[in-house]
């Protein structure tokens, strides 16, 4: 059974970090693509940053970009998402995603719809 387990959520103000962690089981982690997505409230689920399954590829949203840094750890089964100068407007759930991209020619995804497992979701929220 796949599980994706996010932690590290919590409330910070404006301008501080947060480190996102998210710990996976149950899958050849190294397979897979992972995602950050989150909803914040009223609006639609979003993308937030993506990787590859070898660290090698990224792709981050255009509003977390030059703050948001994602990275992997395969040995551990590891999907981190740093955030720093946070803004109340990062105020959200935040999900990790996984897609296995072994038998395609896609590395990375910003389209929820392609990722087959999702975590529970840690809350982030950002005070003005």
């Known amino acids: 059974q796949v599980q994706l387990v996010e932690s590290g959520g919590g409330l910070v103000q404006a301008g501080g970090s947060l480190r996102l962690s998210c710990a996976a089981s149950?899958?050849?982690?190294?397979?897979?693509?992972m995602g950050w997505f989150r909803r914040a409230p009223g609006k639609e689920r979003e993308f937030v940053a993506t990787i590859g399954w070898n660290g090698g590829a990224t792709y981050y949203a255009d509003s977390v970009k030059g703050r948001f840094t994602i990275s992997r750890d395969n040995a551990k089964n590891m999907v981190y998402l740093q955030m720093n100068n946070l803004k109340p407007e990062d105020t959200a759930v935040y999900y990790c995603?996984?897609?296995?991209?072994?038998?395609?020619?896609?590395?990375?995804?910003?389209?929820?719809?392609?990722?087959?497992?999702w975590g529970q979701g840690t809350q982030v929220t950002v005070s003005s």
């Open positions: 149950g899958l050849t982690f190294s397979n897979y693509c």
């Open positions: 995603a996984a897609v296995d991209t072994r038998s395609s020619i896609v590395v990375i995804s910003m389209n929820s719809d392609e990722y087959e497992y």
